[in-house]
């Protein structure tokens, strides 16, 4: 059982290697990111990044990118190394030092703002992955990737779909979670190419992913049920978003 799951780890993170083609290795990619918790932020709000277990995060930095004006900040110094789960999660910590987030692999005081606004996943100067969320005007500054995510109402957070899966596209790449997860993943089996799905989200370089016939990409090798994702919740923070986007930025 271990070995089939850490053949789907591999075989999942060579497909991915063939999509977003990064430079020789597979890159750790953002898989969840929790940015607004019901009333105060303190220790309550994480991103959680996946990738090969082993991987070494010394050189990586998570970085908040304005909306309102491109400014950068937050900037948090990764380090350590991915786990056997395949995820690794960075939680903001209080002032006294501790967290509320369960299972947190490193803490550092941050509180990336409510969009719209982008977090960058970089590796020296090079950004790895990016995540822009909420609705940007014309004059705004989006840092992420294609089309930016929903942004996600407070409580809830936004979690890659599929997990060896990297389109570019960051309102294909990611959807709403009305629980956050913070250290586990139930990611969504990767479509067939040429079904409805696939065509609906514009993933073209599935074929590659699927080319060896395996269909599922979690790191963990979770269960084959379908995910806790909340797709009415989704269309429903799409709806209020607009109101608070058009709002401006706050980090509470
Ligand atoms: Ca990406
Ligand atoms: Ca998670
Ligand atoms: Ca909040």
Do not use: H
Not at 103 to 114: E, M, S
Not at 155 to 173: C, K, Y
């Amino acid at each position: 059982m271990k070995i089939r799951t850490y053949s789907r780890v591999i075989g999942g993170w060579v497909g991915l290697l063939c999509l977003v083609a990064t430079g020789g290795e597979a890159m750790p990619l953002l898989s969840e990111v929790y940015y607004d918790a019901p009333g105060s932020d303190d220790g309550q709000v994480f991103v959680e990044l996946a990738g090969l277990p082993g991987t070494s995060l010394e050189g990586y930095a998570l970085e908040g990118i304005n909306g309102s004006n491109g400014a950068a900040g937050p900037t948090i110094l990764l380090g350590g190394t991915i786990g056997s789960s395949g995820l690794f999660v960075v939680a903001d910590r209080t002032a006294a030092g501790s967290t509320a987030v369960v299972g947190a692999d490193l803490l550092a005081n941050f509180d990336f703002q409510n969009g719209p606004d982008s977090i960058v996943l970089r590796l020296g100067d090079s950004i790895v992955d990016a995540l822009g969320y909420g609705v940007f005007s014309a004059s705004e500054v989006f840092a992420g990737e294609g089309r930016p995510a929903v942004d996600a109402a407070a409580g809830e957070s936004l979690a890659r779909r599929f997990a060896n899966l990297d389109t570019g596209d960051n309102a294909s790449d990611f959807v709403v979670l009305s629980t956050p997860t913070p250290g586990t993943a139930d990611f969504s089996p990767v479509p067939e190419p040429g079904t409805a799905l696939l065509l609906g989200i514009g993933l073209s370089g599935l074929a590659l992913a699927g080319a060896d016939g395996r269909k599922r990409g979690a790191f963990r090798g979770a269960a084959a049920s379908g995910p806790a994702y909340n797709a009415a919740s989704s269309n429903a923070s799409s709806d209020a978003r607009s109101t608070r986007g058009s709002s401006g930025s706050s980090r509470t």
